[in-house]
């Protein structure tokens, strides 16, 4: 069974690195498998529940549908990578709203929200509710969770 | 003092009690550092893999694993012959691990490997060969419950059962697992004094819990024959009841360990992947992590148990209801489903505790049949039953031009009452809620509808009661250090939620201490005492008191050695903030110092002077329900009765049957808020669930096979579209409940199907008898009743 791995650089949350993928290994294999980054989940595998989201050159998108070898010499940001001491206010605002439960959405609902905000500093809730559009999430009902993204909004805004 | 005024009193002097306070978990969360059942692996562990079933139903004839032996990597292959030849289920041991001689849903499990990578499990899976002779299969429910059905279980009479939950054997009806049957009063001769009879049938689809985290276990064969289990699941000591059943193993030798859950909403109080685990694990002597991808999730674990529901009123003139019988038929699927026979006795609790009916009869009805197996789902059986009655309730209204609360206050149960199992009703505030949703509902203004277009407004409005099961029971350890620390040993997963959090706010509540303090140990079965898991709403109430009485325990210790080192009376302490302070006095020490520690300053251990340890139990007793009369032994059933009411507001457009639903307010009367936020959150997210099944979700056996296990296919609801959920919380203290809260996790579930279809109603004049609510089903019922109209 010996098929043709390569060997891929890639920068995770600042850090270089070099692994050996085979072709058709995701992104999300490589950083939960290899890389030991759980904190991206899998819920499907196959692009229907967003809580593998991460962002790639400052996108959003499912790493679980992305090959591996598609982000070769490209930057990938992971939930690990927002802040040394979960005070970013998107994490800030969902711990001080108690906006999650199981949270298990909430690292790839964090990146869909990060990348948001970063093209868009102060959305409407519309556009909120919009961005976080491919996230499921099973437990809340994503009334605190939108509450949570606008309240963060308003406070990167005046810090800047 | 008066009781009411010592209530008052303590109620104003609570510290953490009511508090939103920080969720002591979601830091972790938010980092990406938690880690879920899904999360956890071993060194060198091996991955698992499950080979199912494409049949329906079918014989199988054989095997062939000889190629996926032979495939490099691969460490184990086990077929049922190679694993104890028991059934398993927590109420019906039914259940083989793996299929032995037939097959009776798509997606049962038929053999399993463990190899070195998943890939090569996923390939060594595909090179087993199972030949199988095809047979009859039924999946409808009302066909399956026919004299002349396809048999699901032959061997059924022969199965062993819990003695809550006989089997029923009906040689009339050979797919009949369970039937439970309620009589009061005497129905006939209610009919006969009834002014109207209204009769419906209603159903719901099966509807699957999609907790976003897929199940999943890793399994290690410790050298000395024990077995040690990683899974995040609601109920570790259920898991380790049925491993100890499967492979006839004694308890102690089983350790379960469960990291957070993604969610359950019922679906992990029951094993999935754990006994495959077990079995590789066993075989290959490596650690073994077996994970469901979604799809397997969809097929093969379990689904909330569509119901057919026959609903027949004897109603007066005023609006009484005198006579009613019901008839509720449980699709169960091909098994028991761990809790599926339990499902069918407690979905009475959910049809007695509304309403008070002089002449009522009930049946409810377990079918065997080729679909995936029904289990616990939030809800638990009452929000089927809820589904009927509270559209019927609305029906009546309807065709006596009654008004549609005063018809439910008419026929309410009140404190005091008996009800049709024989519980004599506690204070259960139903009118409480009634008026907090119409404060906001305001069915008394005038209706505002568009003058044109295909839009129609319309409000709905429901009332439910969701029970406590019991008896049950849970236990709580706390280990005061010296360094203040207090560590909480319980084994309640933290599930989501939030009970971590309400657990610590009990214990810091009691110590008087900074929650800060408090460190929630989470389950591990060889460290934490039983609980009997995450289920029913009842954590909140029996291990917040378990958590309250250890708390209690440890802070009398620490008083006891206060006392003895200031030489002052234990009645003129108190302890605050790890300090023990003489009341109107002087003296004072921490609580540091009532340890001694020994030379090497490395840990405290003498009696008097070392660990302290508290410990809490509550456990409740109630009594069975009579086989022959569905009464109850005694005057209770359940633990207590928690009252829910839903007001929806809807359009609905006429030409296409698309629903908009604008606004949603759930009331419920907790006792106490507890953590208010996470009480909130319980609210939204339990009702945002309940809409999923009132107007999307429905998992689809085309052929027997499900059709849509993927989330592409079964839709959710989604941040877009899901409207604000109004959460409205009342207070009326439990009488034993940890500062009088009930819990709350089920409850909101339980309305907003009913709620949303009499808005329909309400709105365009047209009723859809089954759930999902689908714009297709919308639309007909619109065109049916424009039809009847001409
Ligand atoms: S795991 Fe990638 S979308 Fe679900
Ligand atoms: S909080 Fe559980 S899925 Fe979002």
Redesign the interface.
Known sequence: ?ARARKRISLNVNGTDYSIEA?PYDSLNWIL?EELG?????????????G?CTVMVDGKAIYSCMYPVVKAAGKTVE???G??EE?DHPL?SA??????????????GI?MSAKSLLDSNPTPTETE???A??G??????????V?KSILEASIEIAKSR | MSTTQQQEERETLLRHIGK?V??V???A????????G??FSLPHMLHGKIKRSPYPHARILKIDTEAARTL??VRAVITAWDVPNSLYGVMLKDTPMLARDRVRYVGEAVAAVAADSL??AE?AVDLIKVEYAPLPYVTNVEKALEKESVVIHPDLPTYKAGPPFPVRIDPNRPNVGNHYHVEHGNVESGFSEADFVVQNRFETAAMQH?????SCAVARAEPDGRVTIWSATQSPYMIRQQISDIFQISTSRIRVIAP????G?GSRLEVHSEPVAVALAMKSRKPVKVAL??EEVFTSTLVRHPFVVYIKDGVKRDGTIIARDMKVILNGGAYSGGFGMSVCRNCIFGAVSTYNIANFRFDSIRVFTNAPPGGAFRGYGSTQVDWAIECQMDCIANELHLDKIQIRRRNLLHAGDRNAIGETMKDVNHHGVVERVLEKLRLDEPRQDYDSGPWRRGKGFALTTKYTTAPTASAATVRVLDDHTVILFVSGTE????SDTIYSQIVAEELNCPVESVIVSGPDTMFTPFDDGANSSRRTYYLGNACRMAAQDARQQILERASRALQVPESNLMVEDWKIVERNGSKSIKVSELFLKDQTRSGAFLPGSGDLIGRGVWHERVGFLDPVTGRCTTDRAVTYYTPVATGVEVEVNEETGFMRVLNIYCAIDVGKAI?P??V???I??G???GLGGAICEELILQDGKPINA???DYK?????G?P??QAIVLESPEANGPYGARGVGEGPITGISPALANAIVDATGARVYDIPLTPEKILAAINLKAKQRK
Do not use: W
């Open positions: 069974m085979n939960r980054l759980t904190g991206t989940k899998r819920g499907c595998d196959t692009g229907g529940c809580s992971t939930i690990e927002l802040s979960g994490q969902i711990v001080r709203n108690s906006a999650l439960q199981c949270a298990y959405c909430g690292p964090i909120v509710r919009e976080l559009v996230n499921i999430c099973r437990c809340t009902g994503y009334g605190k939108v | 939103s920080t969720r978990d979601l830091k969360k938010m980092t990406g550092r938690a880690i879920y899904y999360d490099n990597g890939e090569i390939e999609m907790h976003l985290e897929p957070y859950e993604g969610g909403f991808t979604r599930i989501g939620a939030g953590n936020l996470s909130e959150g319980q939204e997210g009702v945002v669930q993927n989330l592409a959710v609801p989604l941040s877009l899901t604000h959920v």
